[in-house]
């Protein structure tokens, strides 16, 4: 592997900034980070005056298919999170990134098969995937995706406000004490838990439950400050996936996303198809409240709550739409650094992932150079210069 040196470059370290800092990459590690550092003979040399260095993103809610990995990296998204899937593909993904092809796409971690009963969220459209009824039933679930391979566990508590909505149809909804019974079963076995959820009641019901963290922030009504203080009373952390929101409640431009010269260039055709029906009202809509959505956000947040970014793509744009969610963070009420932090220092933190997030000597080399500051502007995070993971140049060309 290449050494590569950042010279007099802004670090944005996970948590704060440093500026005029030397950053020294060698063998796919952060070497040293500092003022004045000298510059080994034959390193790459990368100039980093008016531009930001930032650590691989990591998007917090993802569902990979076909080339998601690799759009991702393209966006400077290093690390997805999956959040349901089938065992195989995530299987092969995984083994994909220790192999030749995993300098060309994002790593990966997934929940696999998450936890629902028959006919409900996620089985009402794959009706083979395992589920489950009682609270008996819980251990041995957990255990068969341990076996399949999953990192986390993730249980579908979607009492059909949103679910529902999009087959026309309300969908059976799994019991609370099985739930419960999901997540202790996880937890005992050493396991990160997740629960997605459509209600501010739901939500409430998940973490009183036990649940580590809320998959969404989708809700039926404004929450107060109370959510917020529950959540954090609790140690819940929450993923809002304010882009997906904004998407299926039919925002109206997407903060211009794609009609950027900096952007337009590496998104797919099919990404460019989704915004255009988009802009055009031919894209799926529901009743989702975005203001609801950012309200959660803004209790969350001032409650001290650990936010992380993510997106729900696959129904979202993998890798550019981590940065529109940036940017509604900042809208709902974060401070670009904080939004920041929320797709690297903490998803990392949260998942136990720790070798990266942040830019520290010892931790992977997984690094997004942008041309301006994003903690000024956080819209800048789209100006990307470069992409490495573990050290070596990502090509961000289609």
């Not at 999170?81 to 300098?103: S, T, V, Y």
């Not at 391979?149 to 949103?162: A, E, L, N, T």
């Not at 396991?191 to 998940?206: S, Y």
């Not at 809700?219 to 998407?247: C, I, K, N, Y």
Request: net charge negative.
């Amino acid at each position: 592997m290449s050494r590569t040196i950042f010279r007099e470059v802004t670090v944005f370290d996970g948590h704060g900034v440093r500026t005029d800092d030397t950053v020294v990459v060698d063998d796919g590690l952060i070497e040293a980070v500092g003022r004045g550092l000298p510059v080994p003979a034959g390193a790459e040399v990368v100039e980093g005056r008016g531009r930001t260095l930032l650590p691989g993103l990591i998007d917090a809610h993802t569902h990979v298919v076909g080339p998601a990995l690799r759009q991702a990296l393209r966006w400077g998204v290093t690390t997805e999170l999956d959040m349901a899937n089938f065992p195989e593909p995530i299987a092969r993904a995984k083994r994909d990134q220790h192999g030749p092809l995993g300098g060309s796409i994002a790593d990966l971690r997934s929940a696999c098969c998450a936890a629902t009963v028959p006919g409900g969220h996620g089985s009402e459209r794959f009706p083979d995937i395992p589920t489950l009824t009682e609270p008996e039933e819980a251990a041995a679930f957990v255990d068969a995706r341990i076996a399949e391979g999953s990192d986390y566990i993730k249980v579908h508590y979607d009492d059909g406000q949103i679910a529902g909505r999009m087959e026309n149809t309300e969908l059976p909804v799994i019991r609370r004490e099985t739930m419960a019974a999901v997540l202790t079963a996880a937890r005992e076995r050493g396991l990160l838990t997740l629960v997605h959820t459509g209600t501010v009641q739901a939500a409430v019901e998940a973490v009183e439950a036990g649940a580590h963290g809320l998959a969404h922030l989708l809700v039926d009504r404004a929450p107060g400050p109370e959510f917020g203080q529950l959540l954090a009373r609790h140690g819940a952390f929450a993923v809002p996936t304010l882009s997906m929101v904004e998407l299926l409640s039919g925002g109206p431009d997407l903060g211009g996303l794609g009609e950027e010269a900096a952007v337009a260039p590496y998104l797919t055709a099919e990404d460019h198809d989704l915004l255009a029906r988009h802009r055009k009202g031919e894209a799926r809509r529901l009743p989702v409240d975005l203001a609801a959505a950012e309200a959660a956000v803004r209790s969350a947040r001032a409650a001290g709550v650990r936010l992380l970014a993510g997106t729900d793509a696959v129904m979202w744009l993998h890798g550019i739409g981590l940065h529109r969610e940036l940017e509604l963070l900042v809208r709902a009420g974060l401070t670009p650094s904080e939004a920041l932090t929320a797709a690297t220092a903490a998803p990392a933190e949260a998942f136990s992932l720790a070798d990266r997030g942040r830019i520290a000597p010892g931790l992977r080399a997984d690094l997004v150079l942008v041309d301006a500051d994003p903690t000024a502007d956080i819209r800048a995070s789209r100006a990307i210069a470069g992409v490495w993971k573990r050290g070596e140049r990502v090509s961000r060309e289609n």
